[in-house]
């Protein structure tokens, strides 16, 4: 069974940091591009950013570009998003998922707010 689960979410100021894990398992994580996305709330879903296979190729939205970054441990098949300097409107579920073989997490919440 393919599972993806989300950690590291919480409140937390504006200007502050924080890391979001996702522990990947059922499946051959270091072969798969992976993602992270995000829904704001009464929003649609939105793309936050990409890493290849090997963590050697990464993108992101604009939004979030220059504040936050992903990177992957295919040794522990776990993917990760350091997010800096956070914003009101960072407020936001996250999740990782493998849009092409339809692996998605639950969502882990970040709201951003003094």
């Known amino acids: 069974e393919v599972q993806l689960v989300e950690s590291g979410g919480g409140l937390v100021q504006p200007g502050g940091s924080l890391r979001l894990s996702c522990a990947a398992s059922?499946?051959?994580?270091?072969?798969?591009?992976m993602s992270w996305f995000r829904q704001a709330p009464g929003k649609g879903l939105e793309w936050v950013s990409n890493?290849?296979?090997?963590?050697?190729?990464?993108s992101y939205a604009d939004s979030v570009k220059g504040r936050f970054t992903i990177s992957r441990d295919n040794a522990k098949n776990t993917l990760y998003l350091q997010m800096n300097s956070l914003k009101p409107e960072d407020t936001a579920v996250y999740y990782c998922?493998?849009?092409?073989?339809?692996?998605w997490g639950k969502g882990t919440l970040v709201p951003v707010s003094s």
């Open positions: 998922a493998e849009p092409s073989a339809n692996y």
């Open positions: 890493i290849n296979f090997d963590g050697g190729s990464t």
């Open positions: 059922g499946f051959t994580f270091s072969s798969y591009a």
